[in-house]
């Protein structure tokens, strides 16, 4: 069976600083993982997916995210924070086996200080 | 192809009626699935059609709910004799069996009062 662990319900950065929004997952077979971002009263946006390629994926808006099998980790980082990331970001696993079937994290919510 | 099209937005119904909710994938995509999403948490898995067959069933699907797919194109998912428990954000979405890449529909939000 799949899951995933965000390890942070809310995360609070300034502006221009850091992110990093951490997740664990587990999967029984090689998992392909996504994060996706929701706006409010937006619909879900695909960030960034990793299927087995390279284990540092990038994404779109300058977000990227380590695979780390030892670990069972892909913590999604961006180098600097900007107003608009501010959202609900969700680490998602999906095994081939499972109909490819999304299982979501419960999310975190970004929230970004200007 | 404009993506994922689902309908109606927005849908507030008395408890105990019926309703129907429409999701139209991207026209090549053959698997379609069936989400919802209450406040504050993750989207959790409905039920899924490859084509026209319905695949996977959640437990989370009671017998109140069936969805539909009959020709491999569009689905709808019925509830019948709404609760309040109902009320979410029902997301359909699509993709290509293999190739892990998903669109979503911006989605259905059912209020039951």
């Known amino acids: 069976a799949q899951s995933v662990t965000q390890l942070d319900s809310h995360v609070s950065v300034s502006e221009g600083t850091p992110v990093l929004l951490r997740c664990n997952y587990s999967s029984s077979y090689s998992p392909s993982l996504f994060w996706y971002v929701q706006h409010p009263n937006k619909g879900l946006q695909l960030l960034l997916k990793y299927t087995s390629a390279a284990t540092l994926v990038k994404g779109i808006n300058g977000f990227e995210a380590e695979f780390k099998k030892s670990e069972t980790s892909f913590h999604l980082t961006k180098p600097s924070a900007h107003m608009s990331d501010a959202a609900e970001y969700f680490c998602v696993v999906s095994e081939a086996n499972a109909g490819n079937m999304l299982t979501f994290g419960g999310g975190t919510r970004l929230m970004v200080k200007p | 192809d404009t993506g994922v099209s689902q309908n109606p937005r927005h849908k507030i119904t008395k408890r105990g009626q019926n309703v129907t909710f429409r999701c139209d994938p991207i026209?090549?995509?053959?698997?379609l699935y069936w989400y919802r999403q209450t406040l504050g948490q993750g989207p959790e898995f409905l039920t899924y059609f490859q084509n026209e067959a319905q695949l996977e069933k959640s437990r989370l699907l009671s017998d109140r709910f069936s969805a539909e797919r009959p020709k491999g194109s569009f689905s709808t998912l019925e509830i019948q004799r709404t609760e309040q428990g109902d009320s979410a954000m029902y997301l359909c979405?699509?993709?290509?069996?293999?190739?892990?890449?998903?669109?979503f529909g911006s989605g259905t939000r059912l209020t039951v009062v």
């Open positions: 979405a699509s993709s290509l069996e293999w190739s892990g890449g998903y669109t």
């Open positions: 026209s090549e995509h053959n698997r």
